[in-house]
């Protein structure tokens, strides 16, 4: 996809949306207050609620750049990371409710959402249809040219394979070698306007760096350098100019930005408070009263975890064992008799988590993230696995990566541990607001899934 195309599908993808959900939002409030004469839109202060939607939508999705991630996410993922935002978008909408004084239908709510979800994909596969047919129109191809090998180039070429838009008009070349590149972009431009060139950044030296932007700059073609150092691949590189020297950053995880940090922190509130609210406030009676009624004991247990930065925390948990004096050395197994009856099923069932949303409002722990060991347990397991504490470099989570992809609960063999501890280190760093969002959703559908 050359950068014409990402540009004016992003911008017609900004005024698509706007005007779907406007459409949305007073389809909603024409279908809610249909028979009601004493509704009005400036009385009733709804021109307050379309305004905060509209500035609110804008923010959030420039935040998380929807409009720019038409070249770097698979269409299923980016079909996915779009319904997440317009899902997180609905949550800041509902805490706009709950904070003004006016508040509005919830049914209003409803329908401007579902209306603006549908209304969206079906107004952009119109879109992507139209400028399909443009496309398709063009008496010439745009040709990409991939220089190198080995697996950073391959996942390249497969992915501009699988997800271009102007597969009409697109033809890609691969060439293994860099020896004589300007001569072989000169022989192949005289078939087809070349638009890009993707290179790997490990094959290029000083005299072919000159001559290749050179010739890239003087004939307007996009040069891409594919960073083909594994181990860094899998981090959210930046790039930064530090006086007239382009300085390439390699942070610990992208919430070293103090940006996403606050977004992160301002989800984890807004979450932990509605599950209070909704859900702690009403359980935690209950579940203390069966605690103290079937065994000897307090009703939480708090345990010293490690956390952000390697610093000790007391982690939360309703109390699943009797009291005893291994509970700060030995881990709990399947068959633990140390666990009592409604133990077993609180933990199976995982209610036991749900005092750790009282950490995460207290900002000891997160909603999402690696899950917290004990410190006898991240002593142990650092001395097992290189790079094992890179996973500290975030506030731990109730859940994560690792447990939605079936590590989760006790550590029995050296297999689980790496793989935990693996998944673990991609989230650290390749957070996103999307993925927490994603993480939470198979969390509850694992629970439901687990215990239908």
């Known amino acids: 996809m050359i950068r014409s195309h990402k540009y004016f599908l992003g911008i017609y993808y900004r005024f698509n949306d706007i005007i779907a959900l406007n459409v949305a939002f007073f389809i909603a409030t024409s279908i809610r207050f249909k028979n009601e004469v004493s509704y009005g839109f400036l009385e009733d202060n709804y021109l307050a609620l379309l305004i905060f939607i509209n500035l609110s939508w804008i923010l959030l999705s420039q935040s998380q750049k929807i409009y720019g991630s038409l070249l770097f996410y698979g269409r299923k993922r980016y079909f996915l ?9 609905l949550l800041v909408t509902i805490a706009f409710n709950g904070l003004v004084k006016t508040f509005y239908s919830r049914l209003v709510l409803m329908y401007t959402f579902i209306g603006f979800g549908g209304l969206m994909f079906v107004a952009r596969a119109i879109i992507n249809m139209i400028y399909k047919s443009y496309l398709s129109r063009q008496n010439e191809k745009n040709l990409i040219l991939i220089v190198g090998d080995g697996f950073s180039i391959q996942d390249v070429e497969t992915f501009l394979t699988e997800n ?71 981090k959210m590189i930046e790039s930064r100019n530090l006086s007239h020297t382009t300085v390439i950053s390699i942070p610990l995880t992208p919430l070293d930005d103090p940006y996403n940090t606050l977004l992160k922190r301002s989800f ?26 079937t065994s000897k004991g307090p009703v939480f247990f708090k345990q010293k ?66 899950r917290p060991h004990m410190l006898k347990h991240t002593e142990e397991y650092s001395q097992l696995i290189g790079n094992f504490m890179n996973r500290h ?24 541990l790496t793989n935990r501890v693996r998944l673990d280190r991609f989230y650290v760093n390749n957070w996103s607001l999307y993925l927490d969002l994603k993480i939470v959703f198979f969390t509850i559908f694992g629970v439901f899934q687990d215990h239908k």
């Open 81 to 89: 990371r779009v319904a997440l935002v317009i899902l997180f978008h």
């Open 164 to 234: 271009s838009i102007d597969e009409g008009c697109q033809k890609i070349i691969k060439i293994e070698d860099a020896d004589n590149l300007v001569a072989d972009l000169e022989r192949l431009k005289e078939d087809s306007p070349i638009s890009e060139v993707y290179i790997k950044i490990s094959l290029i030296n000083d005299e072919l760096m000159d001559e290749l932007t050179n010739y890239c700059d003087n004939n307007f073609i996009r040069l891409r350098l594919v960073l083909d150092w594994q181990r860094l691949s899998s």
């Open 268 to 293: 984890d509130i807004l979450f932990s408070v509605f599950i209070i609210a909704t859900v702690f406030s009403w359980l935690f009676p209950i579940m203390a009263l069966i605690i103290k009624l």
């Open 305 to 370: 975890r490690t956390g952000v930065d390697n610093k000790e925390f007391n982690c939360w948990k309703f109390r699943s064992m009797r009291l005893n004096e291994d509970s700060d050395r030995i881990q709990a197994t399947k068959n633990d008799d140390r666990i009592t009856s409604f133990g077993k099923f609180i933990r199976s069932t995982s209610l036991d988590e749900f005092p750790q949303f009282l950490n995460v409002f207290r900002g000891d722990m997160s909603v999402v993230g690696p």
């Open 393 to 416: 470099a975030i506030k731990p989570g109730i859940t994560g990566l690792a447990q939605i992809k079936g590590y989760r609960g006790e550590i029995d063999d050296s297999h689980m």
